[in-house]
Protein backbone atom coordinates (compact mmCIF):
# COMPACT_ATOMS: atom_id res chain seq x y z
CA UNK A 1 0.00 0.00 0.00
CA UNK A 2 1.21 3.99 -0.67
CA UNK A 3 2.44 5.58 2.09
CA UNK A 4 0.97 8.65 2.76
CA UNK A 5 1.85 11.97 4.89
CA UNK A 6 -0.32 14.23 7.11
CA UNK A 7 0.55 16.84 9.58
CA UNK A 8 0.76 15.51 12.83
CA UNK A 9 -2.06 18.46 14.29
CA UNK A 10 -4.03 21.32 13.19
CA UNK A 11 -6.72 23.24 15.29
CA UNK A 12 -9.72 24.33 14.13
CA UNK A 13 -12.68 27.13 15.74
CA UNK A 14 -16.21 25.35 15.71
CA UNK A 15 -18.40 26.11 13.21
CA UNK A 16 -15.70 26.24 11.13
CA UNK A 17 -14.67 24.24 8.22
CA UNK A 18 -12.01 21.83 9.63
CA UNK A 19 -9.82 21.04 6.25
CA UNK A 20 -7.09 17.50 6.87
CA UNK A 21 -4.55 17.46 3.62
CA UNK A 22 -2.85 14.15 2.91
CA UNK A 23 -0.02 13.20 0.25
CA UNK A 24 -0.27 9.82 -1.24
CA UNK A 25 2.19 10.43 -4.34
CA UNK A 26 3.14 7.00 -5.17
CA UNK A 27 -0.65 5.94 -5.12
CA UNK A 28 -1.32 3.35 -7.40
CA UNK A 29 -4.06 3.30 -10.09
CA UNK A 30 -6.33 0.60 -8.01
CA UNK A 31 -5.87 1.93 -4.31
CA UNK A 32 -8.24 3.51 -2.72
CA UNK A 33 -8.13 6.87 -0.44
CA UNK A 34 -9.83 5.66 3.36
CA UNK A 35 -10.35 8.13 6.15
CA UNK A 36 -11.01 6.85 9.43
CA UNK A 37 -11.04 8.94 13.06
CA UNK A 38 -10.22 7.94 16.29
CA UNK A 39 -11.46 9.64 19.14
CA UNK A 40 -9.38 9.09 22.60
CA UNK A 41 -10.21 5.56 24.12
CA UNK A 42 -12.06 4.60 20.88
CA UNK A 43 -11.64 2.04 18.00
CA UNK A 44 -10.77 3.92 14.56
CA UNK A 45 -13.99 4.69 13.03
CA UNK A 46 -14.55 5.04 8.99
CA UNK A 47 -15.59 8.14 7.81
CA UNK A 48 -15.20 8.03 3.87
CA UNK A 49 -13.26 6.86 1.26
CA UNK A 50 -13.17 7.31 -2.45
CA UNK A 51 -10.85 6.20 -6.04
CA UNK A 52 -10.35 9.77 -7.93
CA UNK A 53 -13.96 11.25 -8.13
CA UNK A 54 -14.97 13.67 -4.88
CA UNK A 55 -17.21 12.23 -2.41
CA UNK A 56 -19.58 13.73 0.24
CA UNK A 57 -21.68 11.53 2.79
CA UNK A 58 -23.23 12.57 6.06
CA UNK A 59 -19.93 12.63 8.04
CA UNK A 60 -17.59 14.65 5.40
CA UNK A 61 -16.61 15.66 2.20
CA UNK A 62 -13.28 14.26 0.19
CA UNK A 63 -11.49 16.07 -2.26
CA UNK A 64 -9.10 14.25 -4.41
CA UNK A 65 -7.04 16.02 -6.86
CA UNK A 66 -6.93 14.79 -10.75
CA UNK A 67 -3.65 13.07 -10.47
CA UNK A 68 -4.81 11.82 -7.09
CA UNK A 69 -1.29 12.35 -5.38
CA UNK A 70 -3.17 14.11 -2.74
CA UNK A 71 -6.49 14.70 -0.90
CA UNK A 72 -8.55 16.51 1.38
CA UNK A 73 -11.12 15.21 4.20
CA UNK A 74 -13.55 18.60 5.00
CA UNK A 75 -15.59 18.52 7.89
CA UNK A 76 -17.96 21.06 7.35
CA UNK A 77 -19.07 22.55 10.77
CA UNK A 78 -16.69 21.43 12.87
CA UNK A 79 -18.00 20.40 16.41
CA UNK A 80 -16.13 19.66 19.67
CA UNK A 81 -17.13 15.95 19.19
CA UNK A 82 -15.10 16.43 15.87
CA UNK A 83 -11.60 16.07 18.27
CA UNK A 84 -9.98 13.43 17.17
CA UNK A 85 -6.84 11.68 15.90
CA UNK A 86 -7.80 11.42 11.42
CA UNK A 87 -5.87 8.65 9.38
CA UNK A 88 -5.35 9.00 5.70
CA UNK A 89 -4.82 5.53 4.50
CA UNK A 90 -4.15 4.08 0.83
CA UNK A 91 -5.52 0.76 0.38
CA UNK A 92 -6.32 -1.71 -2.41
CA UNK A 93 -9.66 -3.35 -2.65
CA UNK A 94 -10.60 -6.73 -1.47
CA UNK A 95 -11.42 -8.28 1.59
CA UNK A 96 -8.11 -9.43 3.04
CA UNK A 97 -6.45 -6.21 2.14
CA UNK A 98 -5.38 -4.95 5.44
CA UNK A 99 -5.29 -1.09 7.02
CA UNK A 100 -1.58 0.21 7.60
CA UNK A 101 -1.93 3.07 9.38
CA UNK A 102 0.60 6.26 10.22
CA UNK A 103 0.11 8.90 13.24
CA UNK A 104 -2.30 10.37 11.42
CA UNK A 105 -3.39 13.95 12.37
CA UNK A 106 -4.66 15.52 15.84
CA UNK A 107 -7.25 17.48 15.37
CA UNK A 108 -8.42 19.98 18.17
CA UNK A 109 -11.44 21.95 18.01
CA UNK A 110 -11.53 24.86 20.09
CA UNK A 111 -15.18 27.23 21.35
CA UNK B 1 -27.22 -3.70 16.38
CA UNK B 2 -23.88 -4.13 18.32
CA UNK B 3 -21.23 -3.00 17.26
CA UNK B 4 -18.06 -5.19 17.25
CA UNK B 5 -18.03 -5.86 21.34
CA UNK B 6 -13.91 -6.90 22.95
CA UNK B 7 -12.99 -8.44 26.26
CA UNK B 8 -11.99 -7.59 29.22
CA UNK B 9 -11.90 -3.99 28.67
CA UNK B 10 -8.37 -3.56 30.60
CA UNK B 11 -6.11 -6.20 31.86
CA UNK B 12 -3.00 -6.09 33.65
CA UNK B 13 -0.20 -9.17 33.15
CA UNK B 14 3.11 -10.15 34.26
CA UNK B 15 5.87 -10.73 31.92
CA UNK B 16 6.51 -14.26 30.91
CA UNK B 17 2.41 -14.51 31.67
CA UNK B 18 0.33 -15.66 28.36
CA UNK B 19 -2.91 -13.36 27.78
CA UNK B 20 -6.36 -14.25 25.79
CA UNK B 21 -8.18 -11.21 24.54
CA UNK B 22 -11.59 -11.72 22.55
CA UNK B 23 -13.82 -10.17 20.15
CA UNK B 24 -17.27 -10.89 18.79
CA UNK B 25 -17.86 -9.36 15.31
CA UNK B 26 -20.56 -7.06 14.42
CA UNK B 27 -23.75 -8.74 13.15
CA UNK B 28 -23.41 -10.27 9.36
CA UNK B 29 -19.85 -9.84 9.62
CA UNK B 30 -17.71 -12.68 8.75
CA UNK B 31 -14.21 -11.79 9.04
CA UNK B 32 -11.85 -10.72 11.98
CA UNK B 33 -8.34 -8.36 12.10
CA UNK B 34 -6.79 -7.61 15.04
CA UNK B 35 -4.48 -4.74 15.45
CA UNK B 36 -2.16 -3.41 18.08
CA UNK B 37 -2.04 0.29 19.03
CA UNK B 38 0.77 1.40 21.18
CA UNK B 39 0.69 4.88 23.08
CA UNK B 40 0.91 7.49 20.53
CA UNK B 41 1.39 5.56 17.59
CA UNK B 42 -1.36 4.42 15.00
CA UNK B 43 -2.80 0.69 15.02
CA UNK B 44 -0.26 -1.93 13.60
CA UNK B 45 -1.93 -5.31 11.30
CA UNK B 46 -1.27 -8.29 13.64
CA UNK B 47 -3.71 -10.90 11.55
CA UNK B 48 -6.85 -11.78 10.11
CA UNK B 49 -9.22 -14.36 10.18
CA UNK B 50 -11.72 -15.53 7.50
CA UNK B 51 -13.29 -19.09 7.78
CA UNK B 52 -11.59 -19.79 10.98
CA UNK B 53 -8.31 -19.49 9.28
CA UNK B 54 -5.35 -17.15 8.93
CA UNK B 55 -5.26 -15.24 5.97
CA UNK B 56 -3.11 -12.52 6.33
CA UNK B 57 -0.43 -11.55 9.21
CA UNK B 58 1.64 -8.66 9.87
CA UNK B 59 4.75 -8.25 11.07
CA UNK B 60 4.79 -10.50 14.75
CA UNK B 61 6.53 -12.73 16.38
CA UNK B 62 4.93 -15.93 16.89
CA UNK B 63 4.23 -15.72 19.89
CA UNK B 64 0.84 -13.80 18.67
CA UNK B 65 -1.10 -16.31 17.48
CA UNK B 66 -5.22 -16.00 16.67
CA UNK B 67 -8.56 -18.06 16.35
CA UNK B 68 -11.95 -17.68 14.73
CA UNK B 69 -14.69 -19.90 16.09
CA UNK B 70 -17.48 -21.12 13.74
CA UNK B 71 -19.50 -18.32 15.25
CA UNK B 72 -16.89 -15.89 13.71
CA UNK B 73 -15.67 -14.46 16.91
CA UNK B 74 -12.38 -14.86 17.26
CA UNK B 75 -9.17 -14.53 19.83
CA UNK B 76 -5.61 -13.66 20.34
CA UNK B 77 -3.34 -14.91 22.52
CA UNK B 78 0.19 -13.55 23.50
CA UNK B 79 2.59 -15.95 24.90
CA UNK B 80 5.52 -15.10 26.96
CA UNK B 81 4.15 -11.62 27.37
CA UNK B 82 7.15 -8.71 27.42
CA UNK B 83 7.28 -5.27 28.48
CA UNK B 84 6.93 -3.77 24.92
CA UNK B 85 3.64 -5.88 24.61
CA UNK B 86 1.43 -3.04 26.75
CA UNK B 87 -0.73 -1.82 24.07
CA UNK B 88 -4.24 -0.98 22.98
CA UNK B 89 -5.43 -3.84 21.06
CA UNK B 90 -8.17 -3.71 18.42
CA UNK B 91 -9.83 -5.92 16.88
CA UNK B 92 -11.94 -4.80 13.44
CA UNK B 93 -15.14 -6.71 11.45
CA UNK B 94 -15.81 -6.88 8.36
CA UNK B 95 -18.24 -8.94 5.80
CA UNK B 96 -16.57 -10.44 2.71
CA UNK B 97 -19.80 -9.61 0.45
CA UNK B 98 -19.27 -7.86 -1.91
CA UNK B 99 -18.24 -4.36 -1.95
CA UNK B 100 -18.86 -4.15 1.84
CA UNK B 101 -15.87 -3.36 2.68
CA UNK B 102 -15.89 -0.89 0.14
CA UNK B 103 -19.21 0.79 1.25
CA UNK B 104 -19.08 0.53 4.42
CA UNK B 105 -15.14 0.51 5.62
CA UNK B 106 -14.41 -2.08 8.94
CA UNK B 107 -15.85 -1.65 12.31
CA UNK B 108 -13.52 -1.66 14.68
CA UNK B 109 -14.16 -2.63 18.68
CA UNK B 110 -13.39 -0.12 21.47
CA UNK B 111 -10.02 -2.26 22.70
CA UNK B 112 -8.87 -3.91 25.24
CA UNK B 113 -5.70 -2.07 27.23
CA UNK B 114 -3.01 -4.34 27.84
CA UNK B 115 -0.45 -3.38 30.36
CA UNK B 116 2.66 -6.03 30.93
CA UNK B 117 4.53 -5.05 34.39
Known amino acids: DAKTTQPPSMDCAEGRAANLPCNHS???????VYWYRQIHSQGPQYIIH???NNETNEMASLIITEDRKSSTLILPHATLRDTAVYYC????????????FGTGTRLQVTL | DAGVTQSPTHLIKTRGQQVTLRCSPK?????VSWYQQALGQGPQFIFQ???????QRGNFPDRFSGHQFPNYSSELNVNALLLGDSALYLC????????????????FGSGTRLTVV
Open chain 1, 89 to 100: IVRTTGTASKLT
Open chain 1, 26 to 32: TISGNEY
Open chain 1, 50 to 52: GLK
Open chain 2, 27 to 31: SGHDT
Open chain 2, 49 to 55: YYEEEER
Open chain 2, 92 to 107: ASSSTLLYAVELYGYT
